[in-house]
Structures are given as C-alpha cells and as structure tokens.
C-alpha cells in the first residue's frame, strides 16, 4: 500500500489514511518514517519523482514514456504529476501488448475475450492453452520492456477452466 501509494502520487496522509482503512496501527509519524526509508533504499524512485515534480511545474505538461501529454493547471498538488506518467505508462503498454497479442493469436483458436485493469482474459482451446499462455507473457514483457527496458516486468499466466 505504501509503494503504490507513494508511486501513484499519494501524500503520507493519504497513505495513512489508507492503512488506517485496513486496520493497521499505523499513525502518520510512522508512515513518514517508513516514506523515508522507501526513498533511501530506492533513491532512484525519489530521484524521479523530484523531476517530474521540478520539470513539468514550469510549462504545465506531464507526458507518458511514449510522449502522451496531459495539462494541468498551476494549482495542481505535486503528488498529482507522479500519478499520470505511471498510470498512463502502463495504459500506453498494455494497449500495445494487446495489439501485438491479438495479431498472435490470429488463426489460433484462441481469441482476447475480456479485460480488466492490467488483466488480459483469453479463451483458449484445451490442447494448445500452454502455448497461448506463452504468447500471453511474450506479447505482455515485450511491450513494457521495449517501453521501460530499465525496469523489469514478469508476467505470470494462470490457467483456469472458468474466468466467470
């Protein structure tokens, strides 16, 4: 809850907020200890969020990886801008895997059948599901490394005889 948090744009209060909600015994002291030792540990996280804090407060764009912008106000919380390039990201690579998926899955009985949030739901025939759920995880690690090749991202199908 508290990398989510803090790499989707939430402040330490809203964090707090958030444990608070789960029942954790947390007070807002705490978090920002714990926020603390998340950015020394990972300082090139922090680094990052400093940037697009300091870049993006002067011409009021904040892009995606592969250059989506969004416009904002000069009212705007800092926390916000952290928010539209991760989330946007992810959105900008998981359209692509699905694009390159679906052109794999073409003349397969296999086809996309739903999907929700970073989810992709594909019905397979039972003889050749190992096989598309191959496709599955190459088609998804390929879009985001070809995006983000610094940072790692595995996919791990699960099989199931139900998606209902």
Not at 29 to 43: I, P
Not at 67 to 81: H, I, P
Not at 114 to 137: F, G, N, Q, S, Y
Request: glycine residues 8%.
């Amino acid at each position: 809850e508290i990398f989510l948090g803090l790499n989707n744009g939430q402040s330490c209060y809203s964090i707090y907020e958030s444990l608070e909600r789960l029942g954790f015994g947390y007070d807002v002291d705490d978090v920002q200890g714990m926020v603390f030792r998340y950015d020394m540990n990972f300082g090139g996280i922090k680094t990052w969020r400093d940037n697009i804090a300091s870049m993006n407060q002067g011409d009021g764009v904040v892009s995606t990886k592969l250059g989506r912008t969004l416009k904002f106000s000069s009212d705007v919380k800092v926390n916000s801008l952290y928010n539209y390039p991760v989330q946007g990201t992810a959105a900008d690579g998981f359209k692509l895997a699905l694009i390159d998926l679906n052109d794999q899955l073409a003349g397969q009985d296999a086809r996309i059948v739903h999907i929700l949030h970073d989810e992709v739901i594909v019905e397979a025939r039972a003889d050749i599901v190992d096989a598309v759920a191959v496709t599955v995880k190459e088609c998804m690690e390929k879009a985001f490394n070809d995006i983000l090749p610094e940072v790692p991202f595995v996919v791990e199908p699960e099989i199931r005889d139900s998606w209902g």
